[in-house]
T-cell receptor, first 112, second 115 residues
Framework: QKEVEQDPGPLSVPEGAIVSLNCTYSNSAFQYFMWYRQYSRKGPELLMYTYSSGNKEDGRFTAQVDKSSKYISLFIRDSQPSDSATYLCAMRDGAGSYQLTFGKGTKLSVIP | DVKVTQSSRYLVKRTGEKVFLECVQD?????MFWYRQDPGLGLRLIYF???????EKGDIPEGYSVSREKKERFSLILESASTNQTSMYLCASSFPGGLEGNTIYFGEGSWLTVV
C-alpha cells in the first residue's frame, strides 16, 4: 500500500466552481500536512500547511485534515483559470523529521 | 523572498557524459534536497543534505552523487548520464525540523534530456 494516495485526475471544472482535491494516507505518524501548487514547467510552491486535524482558510483556499480517517482535502472556492495547475499534497511526521512524503499530484484545469 | 536558483533550466547531454546540476539558495537553510519528477511517478528523493559536507541517500540514489562544499550550494552529479535519467530535476531547501521545516522551497527545475 502506497503511503500517500492522490487521484491524478485530470480534473476539469468551469470557472467559478468549487474544487475539492483529496489525499489519503496510511502512516498514522504524519502530523504536518501541506499542499503545493505546481504550474506547468515550474517548481512546486507551497500553498498551505496545517498541523494535526482541523481546517485552515486562506482566501479562496481551505485545507482540511481528518486524522481519524487519514484524509486531507483542499477546497478552492470561486475557481479561476489561473488556478489551473497540478496540486501536490505532502506530509511528514514529528518535529525531528525533515523529509516530506508527497502524493503524485492532481492536474486541475479551470475552463473560462 | 526565498530563492532557490537552479542554474540550468534546459540541458541536452549525450549518453555517458558527466553532468553537473547546480543549485543555490539564499535563505541560509541547513537542509537541501534533490528530487526528480516523472509523469506518473511523482516526486522521488535522490539525495539530501542536512549540513555542509553531509549527505544521505534518498529513495533513488543509484547513478547519482552530490556535493555540498558550502551551505548555500548543493550540486547533483550524474557520473555517466543514461537515457533513463532524462527527467525534470528539482532542487529544494528548508530549515531543519520544527514548523519552519515544513516549508520546503523548490527551485524552478532543470529539464535534462539524455540522448
Amino acid at each position: 500500500q502506497k503511503e500517500v494516495e492522490q487521484d491524478p485526475g485530470p480534473l476539469s471544472v468551469p470557472e467559478g466552481a468549487i474544487v475539492s482535491l483529496n489525499c489519503t494516507y496510511s502512516n498514522s505518524a504524519f502530523q504536518y500536512f501541506m499542499w503545493y501548487r505546481q504550474y506547468s514547467r515550474k517548481g512546486p510552491e507551497l500553498l498551505m500547511y496545517t498541523y494535526s486535524s482541523g481546517n485552515k482558510e486562506d482566501g479562496r483556499f481551505t485545507a482540511q485534515v481528518d486524522k481519524s480517517s487519514k484524509y486531507i482535502s483542499l477546497f478552492i472556492r470561486d475557481s479561476q483559470p489561473s488556478d489551473s495547475a497540478t496540486y501536490l499534497c505532502a506530509m511528514r511526521d514529528g518535529a525531528g523529521s525533515y523529509q516530506l512524503t508527497f502524493g503524485k499530484g492532481t492536474k486541475l484545469s479551470v475552463i473560462p | 523572498d526565498v530563492k532557490v536558483t537552479q542554474s540550468s533550466r534546459y540541458l541536452v547531454k549525450r549518453t555517458g557524459e558527466k553532468v553537473f546540476l547546480e543549485c543555490v539558495q539564499d535563505m541560509d537553510h541547513e537542509n537541501m534536497f534533490w528530487y526528480r519528477q516523472d509523469p506518473g511517478l511523482g516526486l522521488r528523493l535522490i539525495y539530501f543534505s542536512y549540513d555542509v559536507k553531509m549527505k544521505e541517500k534518498g529513495d533513488i540514489p543509484e547513478g547519482y552523487s552530490v556535493s555540498r562544499e558550502k551551505k548555500e550550494r548543493f550540486s547533483l552529479i550524474l557520473e555517466s548520464a543514461s537515457t533513463n535519467q532524462t527527467s525534470m530535476y528539482l532542487c529544494a531547501s528548508s530549515f531543519p525540523g520544527g514548523l519552519e521545516g515544513n516549508t520546503i522551497y523548490f527551485g524552478e527545475g532543470s529539464w535534462l534530456t539524455v540522448v
